[in-house]
């Protein structure tokens, strides 16, 4: 229906992406390794179908960054985007399964879950990315260790 657009939507997909890599790569200048690491996250957030593939790429190389977990109060939000990965890998093959053989189900409980699956990878990437500068904000500033950041 759209063929003719396929190139347009093809660029301004991939721009989606040089919008990520280009600010993170500014900003994490001194901590490369932090860089590739969340834009693996960016990139297996943003794939167009849920794929288990590039997250679990993702993850384990999120343990690369082990060094800035060192503090509780990185982790924020760990729990319940743990407990939203584990929903959805529980209950994403229950609703394909519903969608595609049973019959009973539609597409729209598939998207829902994949919804909730991006979010709940979103949600990880962002709480990795307040860690990284949470930790090159206490290497410049020691005397702000283990204080909580006031935000205005």
């Known amino acids: 229906m759209f063929d003719a657009f396929r190139s347009f939507f093809l660029g301004v997909f991939w721009l989606h992406m040089l919008s990520y890599s280009v600010p993170l790569a500014l ?26 593939g590039a ?26 985007a743990i407990a939203a990965l584990l929903y959805c890998m529980l209950l994403g093959p229950a609703f394909h399964h519903l969608w595609i053989y049973a019959g009973s189900g539609n597409a729209n409980f598939f998207y ?18 307040y860690a990284v500068l949470r930790d090159e904000w206490e290497a410049e500033r020691p005397e702000g260790v283990g204080k909580e950041i006031k935000q205005i």
């Not at 994949?114 to 990878?121: E, G, I, Q, R, S």
Request: charge should be positive; hydrophobic fraction near 55%.
């Open 27 to 52: 900003r994490l200048r001194k901590q490369p390794l932090a860089a590739v690491v969340l834009m693996m996250g960016a990139i297996a957030v943003f794939e167009p179908y849920a794929n288990v």
């Open 55 to 80: 997250v679990g790429a993702w993850l384990s190389s999120v343990c690369l960054l082990g060094h800035v977990f060192e503090l509780s109060s990185t982790h924020r939000y760990t729990f319940p």
């Open 112 to 129: 829902a879950i994949t919804l909730v699956w991006n979010l709940a990878l979103l949600i990880i990437l962002t709480d990795t990315l």
